[in-house]
Structures are given as structure tokens and as C-alpha cells.
């Protein structure tokens, strides 16, 4: 689109080879797999955030990481959560995981040139 509209010679030559480098496999498998990480990052501490916050100690936290039978209940007494709140917010974000995990894969193992 920019070089279409780019009649009056709006962008650089550093703006053309940017743009080059933006669809190379390469750097948009490092840029997905770096975003990826960030969110694994994130939502792991946000899960040991959830589990502090509902007064589950090391030990006890090590059982429901352990044992994933939890995960699959669609009430949150079965599960570590203090609240439905939590195991919502979880559960959504788990899925939405797997969508990026997979997305970002798609990226960092496809076939470079």
C-alpha cells in the first residue's frame, strides 16, 4: 500500500529495505517466537500470582501442578482458584495460549528460504 501511494517519493530507500526485512522468515520467526515467550512468561506469573492469592502454599501448589486432572472441571472447587473470577480469567487465557503457541509456531518452524 505505501508504494502505491508513495508518488511524491514519501518514503527512503532505509524505509524500502525495512520493509524487505520486515518479510523475511527469519526475522518473523524471531519476532513470533520472542512474543510467544513473553506471553508464556506472563501467564505463568500470573498463574503463580492467582495461586498465592488463593492461600495455596509451595507444597500444595506442587500437587495441582503435578496432577492436571483440575484442569478439564468447569467448576472451580475442583481447582487450586480461590474464586470463579480466577479460573475464568485461566481458563480463557489457556485457550487463547494454545492459539498463540500454535500461531507462533507456524512462523518459527516454517521453511526458510
Not at 13 to 41: I, N, S
Not at 84 to 110: C, E, K, N, P, R
Amino acid at each position: 500500500m505505501r508504494k502505491k501511494i508513495d508518488a511524491a517519493r514519501l518514503l527512503t530507500t532505509k524505509d524500502y529495505e525495512e520493509m524487505a526485512r520486515q518479510k523475511d522468515p527469519t526475522v518473523q520467526a524471531k519476532h513470533y517466537l520472542l512474543t510467544w515467550m513473553t506471553h508464556v512468561t506472563v501467564f505463568l506469573s500470573v498463574q503463580v500470582l492467582f495461586f498465592g492469592l488463593s492461600g495455596l502454599d509451595i507444597y500444595e501448589s506442587a500437587n495441582y501442578v503435578t496432577d492436571l486432572d483440575w484442569i478439564g472441571s468447569e467448576s472451580y472447587e475442583a481447582t487450586p482458584y480461590e474464586n470463579q473470577t480466577f479460573h475464568s480469567v485461566s481458563m480463557i487465557w489457556g485457550i487463547i495460549l494454545v492459539v498463540d503457541t500454535i500461531v507462533s509456531a507456524t512462523y518459527v518452524f516454517q521453511k526458510k528460504r
